[in-house]
């Protein structure tokens, strides 16, 4: 109750001027209603920071390095942010992404598969397994968290056994496809930039999207409304998981090696998850921005990437993050309150 | 007002359903007349909530029949009884907080124009629809969050009515209303009841209230129908009495048994 007290007092009374305020007014408030302008705000002051303090910052191959180091988590996170919205969280899509180039690996070099349905056969691979996520969470009702806890260390366990925890090197073969999946070095960023758009629009202007949040937003209510939410979970399980193989593919073509550190255990679902929260995604269901999303994968990618440009040790860099993430959070729960009353 | 065989809307015999060990209907039969509207009434814990689901396809009934319009159907999903025209508004109301207005009056039957959705088309038909039913609100934009229960509950009822629902089932919709959201609820079932197209049955637990608005009040008393009667025949006084008696009965027979239990339980009575 306070804390609503004190934020009436800053916002001024305004309902009486609606029509005659400026344009730049409402160009700011409605910037300011949408949750992903806070990120933006941090992004671009970063970017003029590190700019600032390093030349070496804006310089193309820094600005690909960047771009490298976000496409990956963003991508997994406009899958994740579905999954979230949908109330549900994948631990195993890191791993996923680890598998899927071996498969690739596995049925070019061993069954003498064509890549390109090497690549496609991997990608169903890892469908199957957000399959398996989903009807285990939905059927056998296990929570999302210990479902895809379990996955995720059969994968890993998977992926180290096959290939006796040693790199494999890209397929022959591979040279043509492998421009569109990480050899040219805005590919990633390409990707990237196609899978938020297609998720945003996903989540914020279909069906699906719209019985996904009503399926996080309120699971009963959608079931009563006659919304199929075990499927909607299931498919966003399904969408993720083949994002994730997409990942895994992308960077073995771009480091030039396929290693089952690829994904680093559960590491790179874990900063897409931090880059969910950070752009603005609640844990909690129902809400969640795809958006948002690629503006948290930015944020991490440039603060670690100036850090290092600037001289500062990695080291403190999970600081940085720790706190972002918390302050991401507390904001966000205080602006969704803010906005039911109804004052943003 | 009893319902001739013609203008019969919906009948339901001998349903019965179990959940695991629980009786939750034993055997129910009830009519519906076209344009009727007709109070369920009953204990907590009676089986109205079961029923309801029942008839609008959320659960199946482990026996018993249901006939529509004349015709016997299995209801296979809540969709199914949706495209005969049986809907309901559920005591929970099944909105999402976190979308607007307009894509609650639409949900799971938005209009698409594939593969986006047509938000422009269903924003101006809420608003439309909306206005026509009387119910007053800012803005059909506005997150269902942020309005208050009466407008909540108006929605609900309005999103049944809205695609050519020609059974109306109402769970609790004066649960924790204040009077004068609970007055727009009422006035919004009158006006459904002058058009005369739509036959509802309304789950409240107010006798005041559903006697000003009923044609007929039946007693759902453990798992089947115990009363039956036109509005005009019966009273608040009736319909409480006779709720209370099957209480206090229970109540005795439970002093008989263990005479300290009464005193334990209910120490200011």
């Given at each position: 109750m306070s804390d609503t007290i004190e934020v009436a007092e800053r916002v001024e009374p305004a309902p009486a001027g609606r029509p005659s305020r400026g344009i730049l007014r409402r160009v700011g408030e409605e910037f300011l209603r949408r949750r992903e302008a806070s990120v933006l705000v941090v992004a671009v002051a970063l970017g003029v920071y590190f700019a600032s303090a390093s030349p070496a910052f804006l310089t193309q191959p820094n600005l690909v390095n960047i771009s490298q180091a976000t496409a990956p988590v963003a991508i997994i996170a406009a899958g994740l942010v579905l999954v979230l919205v949908s109330g549900e969280i994948d631990l195993s899509v890191a791993a996923v992404a680890a598998l899927a180039p071996f498969n690739m690996h596995y049925l070019v070099?061993?069954?003498?598969?064509?890549v390109l349905p090497a690549i496609l056969l991997a990608l169903a691979v890892s469908a199957a397994i957000g399959f398996a996520n989903g009807a285990i969470t939905v059927y056998?009702?296990?929570p999302s968290f210990v479902t895809t806890l379990g996955t995720g260390y059969i994968v890993i366990g998977i992926v180290l056994t096959t290939s006796h925890a040693y790199p494999a090197p890209i397929p022959e073969g591979a040279e043509g496809i492998s421009k569109w999946f990480g050899v040219w070095p805005w590919a990633h960023l390409t990707w990237a930039v196609l899978v938020t758009i297609v998720f945003h629009l996903l989540l914020t202007r279909t069906r699906w999207g719209l019985h996904t949040v009503a399926t996080g937003g309120n699971l009963l209510g959608a079931t009563e409304a006659g919304i199929r939410s075990g499927r909607i979970k299931i498919g966003n399980f399904m969408m993720l998981s083949v994002l994730g193989g997409l990942v895994g593919i992308m960077e073995a073509f771009r480091i030039n090696t396929i290693d089952p550190n690829i994904g680093g255990g559960f590491e790179l679902m874990f900063v897409a998850v931090s880059a969910a929260v950070i752009g603005g995604t609640a844990l909690a269901g129902g809400s969640g921005t795809v958006v948002g999303a690629f503006l948290g994968a930015l944020v991490l990618a440039e603060l670690q990437n100036g850090f290092n440009l600037i001289g500062i040790?990695?080291?403190?860099y999970f600081l940085i993050q720790g706190a972002a993430i918390l302050i991401a959070m507390i904001a966000n729960v205080r602006l969704s309150r803010l906005r039911r009353a109804g004052r943003v | 007002m009893a319902a001739d065989r013609n203008g019969e809307a919906l009948r339901v015999e001998h349903i019965a359903k179990h959940f695991g060990g629980v009786t939750a209907l034993a055997d129910v039969n009830l009519r519906l007349a076209k344009g009727e509207v007709l109070g369920l009434i009953g204990d907590n814990g009676a089986g109205k909530s079961t029923l309801i689901k029942i008839i609008c396809g959320f659960h199946q009934p482990d026996a018993g029949r249901i006939v529509i319009n004349g015709d016997e159907v299995t209801l296979r999903s809540v969709d199914h009884a949706r495209s005969l025209g049986i809907d309901t508004v559920y005591q929970d109301l099944a909105l999402v907080n976190e979308l607007s207005v307009y894509h609650n009056m639409f949900l799971n039957r938005e209009l698409v124009r594939w593969p986006l959705l047509s938000n422009r088309r269903m924003r101006k038909l809420a608003r439309q629809h909306l206005d026509d039913m009387g119910v007053n609100l800012?803005?059909?934009?506005?997150?269902?969050?942020?309005?208050?229960g009466g407008q909540r509950q108006a929605i609900a009822v309005a999103r049944s009515v809205?695609?050519?629902?020609r059974i109306l089932l109402l769970d609790e919709?004066?649960?924790?209303?204040?009077a004068k959201e609970g007055a727009l609820i009422l006035d919004l079932v009158r006006d459904l009841k002058a058009k005369g197209d739509v036959s509802i049955i309304i789950i409240a637990h107010n006798y005041g209230q559903i006697l000003e608005v009923c044609d007929r009040i039946n007693l759902l008393q453990h798992g089947s129908i115990t009363f039956d009667k036109p509005t005009s025949q019966t009273s608040v006084q009736e319909l409480t009495d006779l709720v209370v008696a099957e209480y206090r009965a229970a109540r005795t027979q439970k002093l008989q048994a263990d005479p300290g239990a009464g005193a334990r339980q209910a120490p200011r009575s």
């Open positions: 070099d061993f069954y003498s598969v064509p056998l009702k296990v040790s990695a080291n403190p | 800012p803005s059909v934009d506005d997150e269902v969050a942020k309005l208050s809205y695609t050519d629902a919709p004066l649960a924790a209303m204040g």
